[in-house]
């Protein structure tokens, strides 16, 4: 089964607007970390944010936030105020365990483009 | 945030000819690291995972003696693709990850190289 699912394949967004871009993960696991990175076409991983299980409260970091229902086991990143420069593959990642030795288990990633 | 620099960001070789590609970290001590292949369009597959001193443990399907890594020191790991053959043409990426307390950033997140993009003819 897959431990970490974007169903969005490509998104579009216009420019200034804010955009969500779903993840939902699964794991058996009590702690366990949730991060978002960014890859632009040049193909270095742009780390954005991310949310530990025990997080009471959402992660925010600057015009990226992270809505975390744990319930549901759903991460979504959310950008707002969309610019060019946000254009770029986004990938949802998953690290089980309590150690941070652990690996990274990473979506099949969503493609943003932000139109002007 | 970390700093991790991989070396070199692009090579084209020969088939049959080996490449060694170098993962830094530059301003901490990296006690484990991660080798990725990313194919266009997909997902990073990880490779390996390596541990300064001990010996890389490898996913299921990757060749230990085709992907040779080395994680010498608490700074560098390094991942020798032999015998190279077009088929093995991808981006490679490392990640690095410290020591410390969970609560502690570079425990809690993998900071990334540059990649490497692998051209081989």
């Known amino acids: 089964a897959q431990k970490i699912t974007q169903t969005q394949p490509g998104m579009f967004v216009q420019e200034k607007e804010a955009v969500t871009l779903d993840c939902t993960y699964d794991?058996?696991?009590?702690?366990?970390?949730l991060f978002w990175y960014k890859q632009p076409s040049s193909g270095e991983m742009i780390f954005l944010i991310y949310?530990?299980?025990?997080?009471?409260q959402n992660a925010t970091e600057g015009r990226y936030s992270l809505n975390f229902q744990k319930a549901r086991k759903s991460a979504n990143l959310v950008i707002s105020a969309s610019q060019l420069g946000d254009s770029a593959m986004y990938f949802c990642?998953?690290?089980?365990?309590?150690?941070?030795?652990?690996?990274?288990?990473f979506g099949e990633g969503t493609q943003l483009t932000v139109n002007p | 945030g970390a700093v991790v620099s991989q070396h070199p960001s692009r090579v084209i070789c020969k088939s049959g000819t080996s490449v060694k590609i170098e993962c830094r970290s530059l301003?901490?001590?990296?006690?484990?690291m991660f080798w990725y292949r990313q194919f266009p369009k997909q997902s990073l597959m990880l490779m390996a995972t390596?541990?300064?001193?001990?010996?890389?443990?490898?996913e299921q399907g990757v060749e230990k003696d085709k992907f040779l890594i080395n994680h010498a020191s608490l700074t560098l790991s390094t991942l020798t693709v032999t015998s190279a053959h077009p088929e093995d043409s991808s981006f490679y990426i490392c990640?690095?990850?410290?020591?410390?307390?969970?609560?502690?950033?570079?425990?809690?997140?993998?900071?990334f190289g540059q990649g490497t993009r692998l051209t081989v003819v």
């Open positions: 990640s690095a990850r410290g020591g410390g307390s969970d609560t502690g950033q570079l425990n809690t997140e993998a900071f």
């Open positions: 794991t058996s696991d009590q702690s366990y970390g």
């Open positions: 949310q530990g299980s025990y997080d009471e």
């Open positions: 990642a998953m690290r089980e365990g309590r150690r941070g030795g652990s690996r990274l288990t």
């Open positions: 301003d901490f001590q990296a006690t484990t």
């Open positions: 390596s541990n300064e001193g001990s010996k890389a443990t490898y």
